[in-house]
């Protein structure tokens, strides 16, 4: 049978359901360059307005991880537990997470992705770092994986080559914050990696790509539904991204606060997440069944200083100088640090994390468009967090920048984003809910296991 890209753009804009058969025509002609950019963006645009159904997203899910190799890993000892974020502000918690982890005996293998819209990129980060080679043969892909025990790297030509193209794509047509687009995204990548299990930690909120809470536990469910259907444990974790995660936004300056928690120093709600999501992985390797003995285990590791020793081997296997740890001189620095002062006294009530991740790309630490490079050492470092007390003339953020022409508009910016109260305001819960194949269960019932 004949397929018209026309007409499937036609039925899928009328809010029409659409085979199997005709979502391999569009994942395979789009990926042998068949179709151009401009057909691919309008199917992109009529799902993000009219969605797919299980059966769909299922598909879409099943064709893009088949559009490239697979990459097996029976060779290597151990449980192999990926982890996974639908992206964030100051999400730096892959770093600490990943050799907290492996220190603990899980093997973590990961796929990553570029800056995406107004959230950072796992691999910007890393390549914040001199000599860092995001980019590994599966091969090496396995070696370090197997001598490491963590491994962290981007899509090569060959890897799930429909969502490397689909991803930039994306990016740059505002189809970003769709359920079927991400959970297909993310899941095509998990799967064409051969692990025994996926956690994910999906964000909700204001700097999240799916901001209402009840639809976020709608993507996580979906992606857990997918990953136990393909026999991996799969257990998601919703987390709070209305604020920036942690103190720092921005590559060079996220790797630092990174190095920082596993010595120990970690904000509150970095550490938070990054004990949830190990917990989660270990729960997920059957080496704990409760979240308490989980985390104690992984406090243990980092008070040891196990975790940090495991990053520094993770940076020199990949080609990395493994010398940062101890001497954050050696990363790229911006010209300029220029202070953010408080206007009046009170109490931070919100720190829009959607505009401080525009903000973070205008300054350099972002893209606009796919083909933008990123400026590493550009940033911000946040002195104060949603509940603190300011003072007048108090000193709300560092900005980090090579470019002094625009920095009153980034003043503006991140002006806008920091609202203070007169009156006092709680700190943010951080960690809502886990959601597995049992059901959605409150972070608030798990912690009083502990």
């Known amino acids: 049978m004949t397929f018209s890209i026309y007409e499937i753009i036609s039925k899928k804009r ?13 994942i395979k002609g789009y990926v042998k360059d068949e179709i151009p950019d401009y057909q691919m ?27 490239g190799d697979y990459i097996s890993l029976d060779g290597i000892d151990g449980k192999k537990i990926d982890k996974h974020s639908t992206g964030g502000v100051g999400d730096k918690i892959s770093f600490i997470v990943c050799p907290l982890v492996a220190s603990c005996g899980v093997k973590v293998p990961m796929l990553s992705g570029r800056a995406l819209g107004h959230t950072g ?29 963590m491994v962290v790297s981007g899509q090569t030509e060959n890897i799930v080559p429909a969502d490397r193209k689909l991803y930039a794509l994306r990016d740059s047509t505002a189809t970003v914050g769709s359920i079927p ?9 998990k799967l064409a990696l051969g692990t025994d299990g996926i956690v994910l930690d999906v964000k909700t909120g204001k700097g999240a790509f799916i901001q209402k809470e009840k639809n976020c536990i709608l993507l996580c469910k979906t992606m857990v539904k997918i990953g136990e259907k393909a026999n991996r444990k799969t257990i998601g974790v919703i987390t709070n991204m209305n604020q920036p995660l942690g103190k720092s936004v921005g590559n060079a300056l996220e790797i630092i606060e990174s ?61 990395g100088d493994d010398r940062i740890c101890n001497n954050y001189n050696l990363l790229p620095k911006s010209k300029y640090k220029i202070e953010l002062r408080s206007g009046k006294d009170g109490y931070i009530s919100e720190i829009d994390a959607f505009k401080i991740g525009m903000a973070a790309v205008y300054v350099g630490a972002g893209r606009i468009k796919k083909e933008d490079s990123i400026e590493h050492g550009t940033g911000f470092i946040f002195n104060k967090k949603k509940g603190d007390r300011v003072k007048k003339d108090e000193i709300l ?42 059901g959605i269960h409150s972070w608030d019932q798990i912690k009083t296991d502990f």
């Open 41 to 67: 963006s309008a199917i992109l645009m009529a799902i993000y307005i009219k969605g797919l159904n299980d059966r769909e997203s299922s598909d879409l899910t099943e064709i893009m991880m088949n559009s």
């Open 181 to 189: 687009l991400i959970t297909s995204s993310i899941m095509s990548k």
């Open 397 to 438: 953020v560092y900005i980090h920048t090579n470019n002094k022409q625009n920095i009153e508009e980034i003043k503006e910016r991140l002006k806008s984003s920091i609202k203070i109260s007169s009156n006092k305001v709680s700190s943010p819960q951080t960690i809502f809910y886990i959601v597995d194949k049992q």
């Open 121 to 149: 990129g796992t691999l910007d980060k890393l390549e914040s770092i001199p000599g860092m080679n995001v980019f590994l043969s599966i091969n090496r892909f396995k070696h370090v994986l197997n001598n490491v025990g």
């Open 259 to 319: 190095i920082e928690s596993l010595k120990g120093n970690g904000p509150d709600d970095v550490m938070d997440v990054t004990y949830a999501l190990g917990a989660s992985m270990i729960i997920a390797a059957g080496i704990e069944k409760d979240y308490s003995k989980a985390i104690k285990r992984l406090k243990q590791r980092l008070n040891s200083g196990e975790a940090l020793e495991r990053f520094k081997n993770f940076i020199k296997a990949q080609g």
């Open 14 to 26: 009328d809010g029409k359901e659409i085979s199997k058969r005709e979502i391999e025509f569009i």
